[in-house]
């Protein structure tokens, strides 16, 4: 059965007019997207993105095309996770890995992150990628596959940040699913056998969902998840009770699917209100996208100084111990979220040099969401520096502080400026290092 929600023929002219705008662009400014959703960036005040000329691409966000026998899904970028797994779930299919804010998008997740509690067998979602359409600054529209000629732009277009043109179409695969996750909480008092577990589940694949939180130097809990059927009884946490608190308080759960996919969505450690009677009378109104387009809105009232620390780490996993040993000593009991990580491949956008420093082929996402610094150190730079020793990857969601040199040493230069040779020829959207890093700090050189 194949399910078709708009027709090609719009998908296709609405592209035909972006291009056209791009084709006819006379500006040397640079561009932006608009997009009808929030975006999950960490709002920085100043951001150049703000002052950019932007282009229209809201109408991209239509489901093209649901293949349930071959377990596809063709859509525009701007679809976001909860309407499509509100649009898959009734044909038994979700996308392999759904990130855990509603409204978090397809095209989003694919040019910045994207992984939950599947990454441990599936990698991120662009791993489940198999096509791309991309229109490119000169206003060309390329179809881009991992073995096309295009191959390079396929393989380049996760993590880049919208440096790499527009997406426009994504086709992906789907699994198979079911109406309910059971999950069991396996509580672990040091990381060492915290680790040896996340191992031995990732390598015995008895597990469907996999993540954990991590309350405190010796409470490390693993949330272990497996589609079911049927189940005794089912909660939510759209309200008062914050779903991480559960995780050091209960030993099994039963969510619906849909709620089990979006059970952070009013935050993963850091839920807003934090009292439960302010939850009580604003909860369930404080959704991850209500709180970030009030943070976009006021973006220019955001704290310049020590801003909070919001960010998802790649650690690689036998690295993790000593990690951790330093953040409890730099960080304090700050929880974390942990996502066990195994990417489906060697990313070309990671350098040589960074995968020379790597053995490990699974990786931890360490999430530090809403750390409040207090003592006027930098820490975003703090994790820069230890990333460095460790060799782990911070993702550049929000406050990045590399120098040039520094940056190009983790992420592949040659390979980012040859895709964008291709796709943004007239760098419309910025090289990577000067949006992520300049740019976004209100600077418009890197001295
Ligand atoms: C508090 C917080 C928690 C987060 N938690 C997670 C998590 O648990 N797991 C996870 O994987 N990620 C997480 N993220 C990161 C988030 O998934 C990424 O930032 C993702 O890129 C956001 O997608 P979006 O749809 O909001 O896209 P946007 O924020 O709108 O865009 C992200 C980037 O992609 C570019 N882009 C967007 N659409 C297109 C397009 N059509 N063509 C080309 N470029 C495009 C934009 O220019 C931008 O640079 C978190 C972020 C925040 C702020």
Same mark, same amino acid.
């Given at each position: 059965?194949?399910?078709?929600?708009?027709?090609?023929?719009?998908?296709?002219?609405?592209? %035909? +007019?972006?291009?056209?705008?791009?084709?006819?662009?006379?500006?040397?400014?640079?561009?932006?997207?608009?997009?009808?959703?929030?975006?999950?960036?960490?709002?920085?005040?100043?951001?150049?993105?703000?002052?950019?000329?932007?282009?229209?691409?809201?109408?991209?966000?239509?489901?093209?095309?649901?293949?349930?026998?071959?377990?596809?899904?063709? &859509?525009?970028?701007?679809?976001?996770?909860?309407?499509?797994?509100?649009?898959?779930?009734?044909?038994?299919?979700?996308?392999?890995?759904?990130?855990?804010?509603?409204?978090?998008?397809?095209?989003?997740?694919?040019?910045?992150?994207?992984?939950?509690?599947?990454?441990?067998?599936?990698?991120?979602?662009?791993?489940?990628?198999?096509?791309?359409?991309?229109?490119?600054?000169?206003?060309?529209?390329?179809?881009?596959?991992?073995?096309?000629?295009?191959?390079?732009?396929?393989?380049?277009?996760?993590?880049?940040?919208?440096?790499?043109?527009?997406?426009?179409?994504?086709?992906?695969?789907?699994?198979?699913?079911?109406?309910?996750?059971?999950?069991? $909480?396996?509580?672990?008092?040091?990381?060492?056998?915290?680790?040896?577990?996340?191992?031995?589940?990732?390598?015995? =694949?008895?597990?469907?969902?996999?993540?954990?939180?991590?309350?405190?130097? @010796?409470?490390?809990?693993?949330?272990?998840?497996?589609?079911?059927?049927?189940?005794?009884?089912?909660?939510? $946490?759209?309200?008062?009770? &914050?779903?991480?608190?559960?995780?050091?308080?209960?030993?099994?759960?039963?969510?619906?699917?849909? @709620?089990?996919?979006? =059970? $952070?969505?009013?935050?993963?450690?850091?839920?807003?209100?934090?009292?439960?009677?302010?939850?009580?009378?604003?909860?369930?109104?404080?959704?991850?996208?209500? *709180?970030?387009?009030?943070?976009?809105?006021?973006?220019?009232?955001?704290?310049?100084?020590?801003?909070?620390?919001?960010?998802?780490?790649?650690?690689?996993?036998?690295?993790?111990?000593?990690?951790?040993?330093?953040?409890?000593?730099?960080?304090?009991?700050?929880?974390?979220?942990?996502?066990?990580?195994?990417? &489906?491949? =060697?990313?070309?956008?990671?350098?040589?040099?960074?995968?020379?420093?790597?053995?490990? @082929?699974?990786?931890?996402?360490?999430?530090?969401?809403?750390?409040?610094?207090?003592?006027?150190?930098?820490?975003? +730079?703090?994790?820069?520096?230890?990333?460095?020793?460790?060799?782990?990857?911070?993702? *550049?969601?929000?406050?990045?502080?590399?120098?040039?040199?520094?940056?190009?040493?983790?992420?592949?230069?040659?390979?980012?400026?040859? %895709?964008? %040779?291709?796709?943004?020829? +007239?760098? %419309?959207? +910025?090289?990577?290092?000067?949006?992520?890093?300049?740019?976004?700090?209100?600077?418009?050189?890197?001295?």
């Amino acid at each position: 059965m194949k399910f078709r929600t708009v027709t090609l023929e719009q998908h296709d002219s609405d592209v %035909a +007019r972006i291009a056209r705008e791009l084709r006819d662009r006379k500006s040397t400014r640079p561009l932006s997207l608009r997009k009808k959703v929030t975006s999950h960036q960490v709002p920085k005040p100043g951001d150049k993105k703000y002052s950019d000329d932007k282009i229209d691409v809201s109408c991209l966000n239509r489901i093209l095309l649901i293949d349930v026998e071959g377990c596809t899904c063709t &859509a525009e970028p701007g679809v976001t996770f909860i309407d499509l797994v509100h649009a898959t779930l009734p044909s038994g299919l979700v996308p392999m890995v759904v990130p855990e804010f509603k409204t978090i998008t397809i095209g989003g997740a694919v040019s910045g992150c994207s992984i939950e509690s599947m990454s441990f067998r599936y990698g991120g979602f662009h791993d489940s990628c198999i096509e791309y359409d991309v229109i490119t600054s000169a206003g060309e529209v390329l179809v881009c596959t991992p073995d096309n000629d295009l191959s390079l732009v396929y393989h380049s277009l996760h993590g880049s940040f919208g440096t790499h043109g527009i997406l426009s179409k994504l086709k992906f695969k789907l699994v198979p699913a079911k109406p309910i996750v059971r999950i069991v $909480y396996e509580r672990h008092t040091d990381v060492e056998s915290y680790r040896a577990s996340i191992n031995a589940h990732a390598e015995k =694949r008895d597990v469907d969902f996999m993540d954990g939180i991590i309350h405190s130097p @010796d409470l490390y809990v693993l949330s272990l998840g497996h589609f079911v059927d049927s189940a005794p009884y089912t909660h939510t $946490y759209n309200w008062v009770t &914050a779903y991480h608190e559960t995780t050091a308080l209960r030993s099994e759960d039963y969510l619906r699917t849909t @709620d089990y996919f979006f =059970r $952070y969505d009013r935050g993963v450690t850091n839920v807003y209100p934090k009292s439960k009677l302010g939850r009580l009378f604003i909860g369930p109104f404080m959704g991850s996208s209500n *709180l970030l387009s009030i943070a976009e809105k006021i973006h220019w009232a955001l704290p310049k100084k020590n801003p909070m620390v919001t960010v998802d780490l790649f650690i690689p996993i036998s690295r993790f111990h000593d990690f951790m040993n330093w953040y409890w000593k730099e960080f304090g009991a700050h929880n974390l979220w942990c996502v066990p990580y195994r990417p &489906a491949q =060697r990313y070309a956008w990671l350098s040589d040099q960074f995968y020379s420093g790597v053995q490990d @082929d699974m990786f931890v996402d360490l999430a530090i969401y809403g750390f409040h610094p207090h003592d006027g150190r930098n820490y975003y +730079r703090m994790i820069e520096e230890k990333l460095r020793e460790i060799n782990g990857v911070k993702t *550049l969601i929000s406050y990045n502080y590399y120098s040039e040199e520094e940056f190009w040493q983790v992420f592949h230069r040659e390979n980012h400026f040859a %895709a964008k %040779a291709i796709t943004d020829p +007239r760098n %419309a959207f +910025r090289d990577l290092y000067t949006k992520t890093c300049v740019a976004s700090q209100g600077r418009t050189s890197t001295m």
